[in-house]
């Protein structure tokens, strides 16, 4: 059978491609051509495809130099035939070798069949020579594959007998090939897979080819895994002989099975959380690989260097704690490696006095450093009391593995320890925050909060969740939400004060401190807040506002007051000289004169001015206490004409005064302050006008306590009623109405001292006050004064008559600062026959008696001076000249008249204005007392 050439031509032109073909076709052979029009560079692999090279001379000669690149580099040893085509059509062709081509003496061209023929015949006769090598080579190559392939190859016959096998198969199942030949293959296959082996024996044999895993039984009884494909060998048409090949996948298989393995003991130590469970879980899943019959966990304490197995699984120890030592573990531990030794290894190490060992001596021992953070807290280990081969480096690194899951898992349990300590800590923090806090999401729906913010609208915290801030807050509220919402989405944490409506429908206000809240990627997620109750600030805010008007209003009562001392003292000082100049006058004229009834007017006149002082000073709260014997009848109606002009002609009093009320201690201001504050209140309470009644009887008290809890002393009081018919009171309001500043009033109605001062004098005239009255149907105070048994009065009582008693040039030493007064008082006591030495300070007046210390009889001194006080200066005075006596004079009777401290020491005293024979009479009286 005639090879078919294939043929290769070189020409740039289609035509002479042509009559190159018409030629060809008349050769005795078969042909293949193709065309290339150019000279340029083709890959090798292309042109080795072709058997002959035909290259138009017309072209060769053109382009010389890439013909010879392009075709006779690339293609050594292929005949390559040079050609020209004549004008009749005619081919001239000459065979040249490439190892001879001279391309200038290109001569002696033949005709194209002769050269064709010889060509065709001589590749021919190449290409069945090479043929013959080729065959050779490929056998021989066959069996150096055959032989020397990684994988196991085979034949046998259609019973399983082996015909041939090759290097490898020996290798694997460790057999000598004399023992192969010939042997039944069935009896290499493991027992369990035979049955298996033969039905897919018998599928080969029908001409099928098939692919199986099995288990083999080598030589020296161990077990290969192989993957085996088999293919029927075909003899005119009818199976001959089985080829089989295969591969040995036993350490694949291992390795796929280790793969599962630690894929099962890595989601195990994902998914359990108790350690001792996982440890238990691990060490079964490790027995499907390696022996683990004698397994422990050791952990190391450093500072007590002790060992602790926390799990341990032994056929002979039952050790659970021991010293660290020099034992194997200790070992590993310190130098943080693995160590897998023998008994032999054992015994050098203790021989080098490396380790010590403990408990039963093993075969062979593995230890690998277990791991926590990155620190080495103890070890995890297998051994064997019987099998010194049990564990290979294989096992070690599969331990290894094992050590670094516990490792991750003992770090996630320390993990989830510490983050459920953390865990539970914020729970407290939140759970026992005073303040409220709440996140709520984008819609503004509640989706935590604290049982402080619960506490503070009263909800209890499963009713808040989900609802909408904005049902909890007031629709005027509802811009603060809004913008603040737009703070938060910026990033920006607000602070603002926001009202909440609690459960009860009551307002709360609310601090607020609104953050935003975002989610684990960093998107906004709503808003937290942290609220702080301010209402009782605000209230107390609100309370602190009006206790400092409060304190305005009496600082300006204060001022007053210190005004109306400054006041009355000059002013009674005047009214003194006015007086007392107006008595000296109306002594020289006669009753019935002009001048007389003038100058009485005067002194009415400064009478009434003397009144008005001691008002403005009650009203002040200048005035000292001063307690007396009194009818508090007679006060009463000494108080009426001023208490009328207080509340208007719209309101009428009425009065019902009972006789022989009997006298009480007590000082006329204060409860002529009483009456008046009483009416004053009464009057408050009905601005549309109405009637007022005053009324006094006398009661007897039996062991009587009263619903306020006043504890009282039986016996006789003195009860004065003040009833109105106003708008009355509350009776929530009742108890309250006497603290101090407490007011129903307007702030700038009422400073809220009134009753408070009722309450306040009441009691220090060992009474007590009683309030009945009720919305609409006006008010009623009632005062229990106690009936004074006194007999005695310590003043001085000064006679009530107006004749004149002069002196008997008695020595006076005359200390007053008002340069008018002392004047007066000069001229007075001087034409009643008393000598008069004065002095306008207190330093004078000592200097006096310090050069006359005998001198003087009596000093009058005014209480307030501009250098010292009035009973200072009496000290010293006394202190220099024992025997004087000394009377007192002021017109103010406020702190600085020390008016408590001369009636303590029984000084006699004598206020401004007085009249001039009170004066006379009471020197008199001191003279000679």
């Given at each position: 059978?005639?090879?078919?050439?294939?043929i290769?031509?070189?020409?740039?032109?289609?035509?002479?491609?042509?009559?190159?073909?018409d030629?060809?076709?008349?050769l005795?052979?078969?042909?293949?051509?193709?065309?290339?029009?150019?000279?340029?560079?083709?890959?090798?692999?292309?042109?080795?495809?072709?058997?002959?090279?035909?290259?138009?001379?017309q072209?060769?000669?053109?382009d010389?130099?890439?013909?010879?690149?392009?075709?006779?580099?690339?293609?050594?040893?292929?005949?390559?035939?040079?050609f020209?085509?004549?004008?009749?059509?005619c081919?001239?062709?000459?065979?040249?070798?490439?190892?001879?081509?001279?391309?200038?003496?290109?001569?002696?061209?033949?005709?194209?069949?002769?050269v064709?023929?010889k060509?065709?015949?001589?590749?021919?006769?190449e290409?069945f020579?090479n043929?013959e090598?080729?065959?050779?080579?490929?056998k021989?190559?066959?069996?150096?594959?055959f032989?020397?392939?990684?994988?196991?190859i085979?034949t046998?016959?259609?019973?399983?007998?082996?015909?041939?096998?090759?290097?490898?198969?020996?290798?694997?199942?460790?057999?000598?090939?004399?023992?192969?030949?010939?042997a039944?293959?069935?009896?290499?296959i493991?027992?369990?897979d035979?049955?298996?082996?033969?039905?897919?024996?018998?599928?080969?044999v029908?001409?099928?080819q098939?692919?199986?895993?099995?288990?083999?039984l080598?030589?020296?009884n161990?077990r290969?895994?192989?993957?085996?494909?088999?293919?029927?060998?075909?003899?005119?048409?009818?199976?001959?002989?089985?080829?089989?090949?295969?591969?040995?996948?036993?350490?694949?298989?291992?390795?796929?099975?280790?793969?599962?393995?630690?894929?099962?003991?890595?989601?195990?130590?994902?998914?359990?959380?108790?350690?001792?469970?996982?440890?238990?879980q691990?060490?079964?899943?490790?027995?499907?690989?390696?022996?683990?019959?004698?397994f422990?966990?050791?952990?190391?304490n450093?500072?007590?260097d002790?060992?602790?197995?926390?799990?341990?699984?032994?056929?002979?120890?039952d050790?659970?704690?021991?010293?660290?030592?020099?034992?194997l573990?200790?070992?590993v531990?310190?130098?943080?490696?693995?160590?897998?030794?023998?008994?032999?290894?054992?015994?050098?190490l203790?021989?080098?006095?490396?380790?010590?060992?403990?408990?039963?001596?093993?075969?062979?021992?593995?230890?690998?450093?277990?791991?926590?953070?990155?620190?080495?807290?103890?070890?995890?280990?297998?051994?064997?009391?019987?099998d010194?081969n049990?564990?290979?480096?294989?096992?070690?690194?599969?331990?290894?593995?094992?050590?670094?899951?516990?490792?991750?898992?003992?770090?996630?349990?320390?993990?989830?320890?510490?983050?459920?300590?953390?865990?539970?800590?914020?729970?407290e923090?939140?759970?026992?925050?005073?303040?409220?806090?709440v996140?709520?999401?984008?819609?503004?729906?509640?989706?935590?909060?604290?049982?402080?913010?619960?506490?503070?609208?009263?909800y209890?915290?499963?009713?808040?969740?989900?609802?909408?801030?904005?049902?909890?807050?007031?629709?005027?509220?509802?811009?603060?939400?809004?913008?603040?919402?737009?703070?938060?989405?910026?990033?920006?944490?607000?602070?603002?004060?926001?009202?909440?409506?609690?459960?009860?429908?009551?307002?709360?206000?609310?601090?607020?401190?609104?953050?935003?809240?975002?989610?684990?990627?960093g998107?906004?997620?709503?808003?937290?807040?942290?609220?702080?109750?301010?209402?009782?600030?605000?209230?107390?805010?609100?309370?602190?506002?009006?206790?400092?008007?409060?304190l305005?209003q009496?600082?300006k009562?204060e001022a007053?007051?210190?005004?109306?001392?400054?006041?009355?003292?000059?002013?009674?000082?005047?009214?003194?000289?006015?007086?007392?100049?107006?008595e000296?006058?109306?002594?020289?004229?006669?009753?019935?004169?002009?001048?007389?009834?003038?100058?009485?007017?005067?002194?009415k006149?400064?009478?009434?001015?003397?009144s008005?002082?001691?008002?403005?000073?009650l009203?002040?709260?200048?005035?000292?206490?001063?307690?007396?014997?009194?009818?508090?009848?007679?006060?009463?109606e000494?108080?009426?004409?001023m208490?009328?002009?207080?509340?208007?002609?719209?309101?009428?009093?009425?009065t019902?005064?009972?006789?022989?009320?009997?006298?009480?201690?007590?000082?006329?201001?204060?409860?002529?302050q009483?009456l008046?504050?009483?009416?004053?209140?009464?009057?408050?309470?009905?601005?549309?006008?109405g009637?007022?009644?005053?009324?006094?009887s006398?009661?007897e008290?039996?062991?009587?306590?009263?619903?306020?809890n006043?504890?009282?002393?039986?016996?006789?009081y003195?009860?004065?009623?003040?009833?109105?018919?106003?708008?009355?009171?509350?009776?929530?309001v009742?108890p309250?109405?006497?603290?101090?500043?407490?007011?129903?009033?307007?702030?700038d109605?009422?400073?809220?001292?009134?009753?408070?001062?009722?309450?306040?004098?009441?009691?220090q005239?060992?009474?007590?006050?009683?309030?009945?009255?009720?919305?609409?149907?006006?008010?009623?105070?009632?005062?229990?004064?106690?009936?004074?048994?006194?007999?005695?009065?310590?003043?001085?009582?000064i006679?009530?008559?107006?004749?004149?008693?002069?002196?008997?040039?008695?020595?006076?030493?005359?200390?007053?600062d008002?340069?008018?007064?002392?004047?007066?008082?000069?001229?007075?006591?001087?034409?009643?026959?008393?000598?008069i030495?004065?002095?306008?300070?207190?330093?004078?007046?000592?200097?006096?008696?310090?050069?006359q210390?005998?001198?003087?009889?009596l000093?009058?001194?005014?209480?307030?001076?501009?250098?010292?006080?009035?009973?200072k200066?009496?000290?010293?005075?006394?202190?220099?000249?024992?025997?004087?006596?000394?009377?007192?004079?002021?017109?103010?009777?406020?702190?600085?008249?020390?008016?408590?401290?001369?009636?303590?020491?029984?000084?006699?005293?004598?206020?401004?204005?007085?009249?001039t024979?009170?004066?006379?009479?009471?020197?008199?009286?001191?003279?000679n007392?």
């Amino acid at each position: 059978m005639k090879k078919c050439l294939n043929i290769l031509v070189f020409t740039n032109s289609e035509q002479r491609f042509k009559v190159i073909v018409d030629n060809l076709q008349q050769l005795p052979h078969k042909f293949r051509t193709e065309l290339i029009n150019n000279s340029d560079n083709h890959n090798v692999e292309f042109l080795e495809k072709f058997d002959l090279m035909l290259v138009d001379r017309q072209l060769f000669l053109k382009d010389i130099n890439s013909v010879v690149t392009n075709i006779n580099y690339n293609c050594i040893n292929k005949p390559l035939i040079i050609f020209e085509i004549t004008e009749s059509n005619c081919i001239k062709a000459k065979v040249i070798s490439s190892k001879y081509l001279d391309l200038m003496s290109l001569q002696d061209y033949l005709l194209f069949d002769q050269v064709m023929v010889k060509a065709v015949e001589e590749e021919e006769q190449e290409f069945f020579l090479n043929s013959e090598k080729e065959l050779k080579r490929e056998k021989e190559k066959f069996q150096d594959l055959f032989e020397n392939a990684n994988d196991i190859i085979w034949t046998s016959d259609l019973n399983g007998h082996y015909l041939s096998v090759n290097r490898q198969f020996l290798n694997i199942l460790g057999y000598p090939k004399q023992q192969l030949i010939g042997a039944q293959s069935l009896k290499l296959i493991a027992p369990e897979d035979r049955e298996l082996s033969k039905q897919y024996y018998h599928r080969v044999v029908e001409g099928q080819q098939v692919e199986y895993e099995c288990s083999v039984l080598t030589k020296n009884n161990t077990r290969k895994i192989l993957w085996l494909k088999l293919r029927p060998i075909l003899q005119n048409s009818s199976v001959s002989a089985i080829h089989g090949m295969g591969r040995d996948i036993t350490e694949r298989r291992r390795i796929q099975e280790a793969q599962n393995l630690l894929y099962r003991i890595s989601s195990k130590v994902l998914s359990i959380n108790d350690i001792r469970t996982l440890i238990t879980q691990i060490k079964e899943e490790l027995s499907l690989v390696m022996s683990t019959k004698n397994f422990f966990i050791a952990l190391y304490n450093h500072h007590q260097d002790q060992i602790s197995l926390t799990y341990i699984s032994d056929e002979h120890d039952d050790i659970e704690t021991f010293p660290a030592g020099k034992t194997l573990t200790a070992y590993v531990i310190r130098n943080e490696r693995s160590l897998l030794v023998n008994r032999d290894q054992i015994h050098a190490l203790e021989n080098q006095n490396v380790i010590s060992t403990i408990g039963t001596p093993c075969k062979v021992w593995l230890g690998v450093p277990l791991k926590s953070r990155s620190e080495v807290v103890g070890a995890v280990v297998v051994q064997s009391y019987d099998d010194e081969n049990a564990y290979t480096e294989r096992e070690k690194k599969l331990l290894e593995f094992i050590s670094d899951q516990l490792g991750l898992a003992l770090d996630r349990t320390k993990y989830q320890q510490q983050l459920e300590k953390s865990e539970q800590q914020y729970r407290e923090l939140v759970e026992n925050l005073q303040e409220g806090l709440v996140i709520a999401d984008i819609d503004d729906n509640i989706v935590f909060c604290n049982p402080a913010f619960a506490g503070i609208i009263g909800y209890y915290r499963e009713e808040l969740l989900g609802k909408n801030i904005r049902d909890l807050i007031p629709p005027s509220e509802y811009e603060k939400i809004e913008k603040g919402n737009e703070e938060r989405r910026k990033g920006i944490t607000s602070k603002y004060e926001i009202t909440v409506v609690d459960k009860q429908n009551q307002l709360k206000h609310i601090l607020l401190y609104a953050s935003p809240w975002y989610d684990h990627e960093g998107n906004y997620n709503g808003s937290l807040g942290l609220q702080l109750d301010i209402t009782e600030q605000k209230i107390m805010e609100k309370e602190k506002i009006k206790l400092q008007e409060q304190l305005l209003q009496v600082q300006k009562m204060e001022a007053i007051g210190t005004l109306a001392g400054g006041i009355a003292h000059d002013f009674n000082n005047i009214l003194t000289v006015i007086k007392g100049y107006t008595e000296t006058m109306m002594q020289e004229c006669e009753q019935d004169s002009v001048a007389y009834h003038d100058l009485e007017e005067i002194f009415k006149a400064s009478e009434r001015a003397a009144s008005l002082t001691k008002k403005l000073l009650l009203f002040s709260k200048k005035q000292v206490k001063s307690f007396r014997q009194l009818n508090l009848n007679d006060l009463i109606e000494r108080s009426l004409t001023m208490i009328k002009r207080m509340i208007g002609e719209d309101i009428r009093i009425h009065t019902d005064l009972k006789q022989n009320l009997g006298f009480i201690h007590a000082d006329p201001s204060n409860l002529e302050q009483v009456l008046f504050n009483l009416c004053i209140n009464a009057r408050d309470a009905m601005p549309e006008g109405g009637e007022i009644k005053i009324t006094t009887s006398s009661i007897e008290v039996m062991n009587y306590q009263d619903k306020k809890n006043h504890k009282t002393t039986p016996g006789n009081y003195v009860l004065l009623t003040v009833e109105d018919n106003g708008s009355g009171i509350n009776s929530k309001v009742i108890p309250h109405i006497f603290e101090p500043f407490f007011t129903t009033k307007k702030i700038d109605k009422g400073t809220g001292l009134g009753l408070a001062v009722v309450y306040g004098i009441v009691k220090q005239h060992q009474g007590w006050i009683e309030v009945d009255s009720k919305p609409g149907q006006g008010s009623k105070f009632m005062i229990y004064l106690p009936l004074s048994d006194r007999k005695k009065i310590k003043q001085v009582d000064i006679q009530k008559q107006s004749e004149i008693v002069p002196g008997n040039q008695e020595n006076i030493l005359l200390v007053e600062d008002s340069e008018g007064l002392r004047e007066f008082l000069i001229k007075f006591l001087t034409k009643n026959n008393y000598k008069i030495t004065s002095a306008e300070n207190a330093a004078k007046a000592l200097s006096i008696i310090q050069h006359q210390p005998e001198s003087f009889d009596l000093m009058l001194t005014d209480v307030i001076l501009p250098d010292r006080n009035g009973v200072k200066l009496a000290e010293e005075v006394i202190g220099i000249c024992p025997h004087i006596k000394i009377i007192f004079s002021s017109g103010y009777t406020g702190e600085k008249s020390s008016l408590d401290k001369i009636n303590e020491l029984n000084y006699p005293f004598i206020r401004k204005p007085y009249k001039t024979a009170d004066l006379l009479q009471l020197i008199s009286k001191v003279l000679n007392n």
